[in-house]
């Protein structure tokens, strides 16, 4: 009772985590919308003359929407931004900018729902178990059970099975407290979240009842188990990580940006002619403007300028971003073979707080970038008057990560990797029973 207990209460910290961060999120994503209103309207007073000038200081933030499911499993959006505010000068230079925070917090994470699923239930499940049969050969009562009944296997399960039952209710209360107190909605990725959870639970039991088929002592029992939760936990995640990072080296973010901004600041010592061809080269629908001839500088030159330093840095951007998804699916294949992994990775996939979701949201901040660029490129060359935009229409972008629910490759391993230690537990206590029978 008392673990039980410690769980719940566990289980409960974790939902406030996640309730104050998905409150945080909201805070910060209607705060930016307020203040780029502000903003616009602020340098749309002041810069009234020139609509490029204009343009070089307004910022267009894109929000990463935050599913209320997140709350259960914060994953990796408590490292990456939640909002990208960007000018329509060159992406690369401004795409990586974060607010900043402690390092060691970072470091630390949010112990979130997924957390305590992940590594606390699993410490319950091994404490609750890992003794069902030892305790009786240890407690000379095993002898008088195989006199006495037909079948003292069904004792053991009987134990197993309420523990099962007392596990699987305080996760599935602790999961409808969530539902309610983050006000989760009943869709596809909670249902499939919930059954997630009570499969990596089973998978625990499941291993518990393997263990305690070899006929161990309790010490080893409880032994072998924690190995079990280091390897799976700790070593095996702390391994894949290593080795995708050294497969799939990413460059450099900082790198890029340097390209980036090299790019086009080098431009200012250069001739003007071969910018604006490579500008007009990859946007035909611009060769009608021209930099004024004997001029140093015009906002077409300028922007153009701009737009090259993305270009020279195109590549790296691009890496780093194959990269990222290469590690990412080479990391959730392997994980389909041990369970936490897989967990994690299916957990954060449902609540949209995987990587996935990171490369999604920068996706959609280059189509937004592009799409304003091209917008705002023939007012600025034609230097329309700042009055003809209704400025109030730009306001705040939204990304809604749409993704379906992968119900096979969520489920599937647990459930085979749970029944292949059922199965093998079950010809091991067949031998038991056929030995202590003779």
């Known amino acids: 009772m ?21 409150d945080q999120q909201a805070e910060i994503i ?83 729902f997924g957390f305590v699923l992940v590594y606390f239930f699993p410490l319950i499940i091994i404490a609750l178990c890992y003794n069902l049969l030892s305790e009786e050969k240890e407690g000379n009562t095993w002898g008088l059970m195989m006199i006495q009944s037909q079948n003292p296997l069904k004792i ?115 001739p003007k002619a071969p910018t604006i061809e490579k500008f007009q080269e990859k946007y035909p629908q611009f060769s009608k403007y021209e930099h004024p001839e004997g001029k140093n500088f015009s906002w077409f030159w300028y922007y153009a300028m701009q737009h090259t330093g993305d270009e020279e840095a195109a590549a790296s951007a691009k890496a780093i971003k194959e990269r990222l998804a290469l590690r990412d699916r080479f990391s959730r294949t392997l994980g389909y073979l041990f369970p936490s992994l897989h967990t994690q990775f299916t957990i954060n996939a449902l609540c949209k707080s995987d990587m996935t979701n990171y490369l999604n949201f920068i996706g959609q901040l280059e189509t937004n970038h592009e799409e304003k660029r091209l917008y705002f490129y023939p007012k600025i060359f034609d230097n329309k008057p700042v009055s003809d935009e209704i400025w109030a229409n730009f306001s705040q972008d939204y ?8 119900w096979l ?24 029973t056929s030995l202590s029978l003779d």
Not at 78 to 95: C, M, S, V, Y
């Open 2 to 22: 008392l673990a039980l207990l410690l769980i719940f209460v566990v289980g409960l910290v974790s939902l406030h985590v996640g309730k104050r961060f998905i």
């Open 30 to 112: 209607e705060m930016n919308a307020d203040k780029q209103e502000e903003s616009i309207e602020r340098y749309v007073k002041y810069n009234a003359d020139d609509i490029g000038l204009l343009l070089y200081y307004l910022k267009f933030g894109l929000a990463n929407e935050t599913p209320h499911l997140t709350g259960l499993s914060i994953g990796h959006r408590d490292i990456h931004p939640t909002i990208q505010n960007a000018k329509i000068l060159n992406l690369e230079g401004q795409k990586y900018a974060s607010r900043y925070a402690n390092p060691m917090y970072q470091l630390l994470g949010k112990m979130d």
């Open 156 to 270: 053991i399960r009987q134990k197993l099975l309420i523990r099962l039952v007392s596990i699987l209710s305080v996760l599935i209360i602790l999961l409808i407290i969530g539902k309610i107190y983050l006000s989760i909605p009943a869709d596809a990725a909670f249902f499939a979240f919930v059954l997630t959870a009570v499969l990596y639970v089973c998978f625990w039991f499941a291993l518990a009842w393997l263990v305690i088929s070899f006929d161990r002592s309790s010490t080893q029992n409880a032994q072998v188990l924690l190995l079990a939760w280091v390897v799976l936990t700790f070593v095996v995640p702390t391994a894949i990580n290593a080795l995708s990072v050294n497969l799939y080296p990413v460059p450099e973010a900082y790198e890029t940006m340097l390209q980036s901004r090299d790019g086009y600041h080098n431009k200012w010592d250069t």
């Open 399 to 406: 990304f809604e990560d749409a993704r379906g629910v992968n």
């Open 409 to 432: 490759g969520a489920l599937l391993p647990l459930v085979v990797i749970s029944l292949l230690s059922v199965a093998m537990a079950w010809r091991k206590f067949r031998a038991i």
